[in-house]
């Protein structure tokens, strides 16, 4: 939860610094890795893959300031 954490701060900090849009969220090979980590993980653990923690980290970055080059209107989401 550590390396979601650094990615949203990245991502806000890329944002505060003006990058382009596109270039402030995490690569696609490094989601699709969090992705497998996440199924492999919670399936060791329950028996099945369990993706809900992925899906609040997508979401927590398209309504951060990520996306929208402002600061965050939305409530921040601590991934612990």
Same mark, same amino acid.
């Given at each position: 939860?550590?390396?979601?954490?650094?990615? =949203?701060?990245?991502?806000?900090?890329? #944002?505060?610094?003006?990058?382009?849009?596109?270039?402030?969220? @995490?690569?696609?090979?490094? =989601? &699709? &890795?969090?992705?497998?980590?996440?199924?492999?993980?919670?399936?060791?653990?329950?028996?099945? @893959?369990? =993706?809900?923690?992925? %899906? #609040? %980290?997508?979401?927590? =970055?398209?309504?951060?300031?990520?996306?929208?080059?402002?600061?965050?209107?939305?409530? &921040?989401? #601590?991934?612990?």
């Amino acid at each position: 939860m550590q390396h979601l954490n650094a990615l =949203l701060h990245q991502c806000k900090e890329r #944002a505060r610094l003006a990058y382009a849009k596109e270039e402030r969220m @995490p690569s696609q090979r490094e =989601l &699709s &890795s969090i992705v497998a980590r996440c199924s492999s993980l919670s399936e060791q653990w329950y028996g099945r @893959p369990c =993706l809900s923690i992925v %899906f #609040a %980290f997508l979401v927590e =970055l398209a309504s951060s300031s990520c996306t929208e080059g402002a600061r965050s209107r939305s409530r &921040s989401v #601590a991934f612990s």
